[in-house]
Nanobody, 115 residues
């Protein structure tokens, strides 16, 4: 079965950086669109980035120029490099993919941006 396991979250000061990882099993990240979402306290879960099977990357406007999505096919892992972090980036970050009309989610990793 498909499993997605996020890691790399933590507490960081404003302006700092973190790299999140999403280790996948049961699918090959190279042939499926892979997404990152985030959910802030009391808010809905929002899409923030996608890396498509052809390597195209798309971002929500609020993270453009600060976040970079990538993948390592050999490790079957997707990454989210987050730079210039802001307090409003505080959220639980989730990895996601869609397979045969079914959405798969990881357990999430907490990112807290605070001084």
């Amino acid at each position: 079965q498909v499993q997605l396991v996020e890691s790399g979250g933590g507490l960081v000061q404003p302006g700092g950086s973190l790299r999140l990882s999403c280790a996948a099993s049961g699918i090959m990240v190279s042939i499926y669109d892979m997404n990152w979402y985030r959910q802030a306290p009391g808010k809905q879960r929002d899409w923030i980035a996608t890396i498509s099977s052809d390597g195209t990357m798309n971002y929500v406007d609020s993270v453009k120029g600060r976040f970079t999505i990538s993948r390592d096919n050999a490790k079957n892992t997707v990454y989210l490099q987050m730079n210039s972090l802001k307090p409003e980036d505080t959220a639980v970050y989730y990895c996601n993919t869609l397979l045969k009309m079914h959405g798969y989610w990881g357990q999430g990793t907490q990112v807290t941006v605070s001084s």
